[in-house]
């Protein structure tokens, strides 16, 4: 299974043992939002607190051994707004030690090219 399938059931089963288990210990997280920077602990803080965004149409576009691409539709819990959002990931020994996300907010309304 690749890295990032694996990262994405475990976030959406939110099983914190997995994740522990994807994600390096080095791992540097720069999310879209505010020019903030996460540790592997900050990530799965996200889980222990019950608030965990949910996505849909996860597509992975690019994977290697070294790096990965993908991109889903997130709706955060805490105030029903919902992103496109574009992740690069790098990888090393397996699990993900950076990862960083730009999005897109989408309107209550919006349409998915070739959906209708």
Do not use: Q
């Amino acid at each position: 299974m690749s890295i990032i399938t694996a990262y994405n059931e475990a976030w959406d089963n939110g099983d914190f043992e997995a994740l522990e288990e994807l994600i390096h210990d080095d791992c540097v997280f720069n999310p879209h939002v505010g020019g903030m920077t996460m540790s592997k602990s900050d990530i799965l803080g996200f889980v222990k607190g019950g608030n965990t965004p949910t996505s849909e149409n996860n597509r992975i576009l690019y994977e290697n051994d070294e790096v990965g691409v993908a991109h889903s539709i997130v709706h955060f819990a805490n105030n029903s707004d919902s992103e496109a959002v574009m992740s690069f990931m790098r990888f090393k020994d397996g699990k993900i030690i950076s990862m960083e996300t730009g999005a897109t907010p989408l309107s209550d309304d919006y349409k998915l090219i070739g959906t209708e």
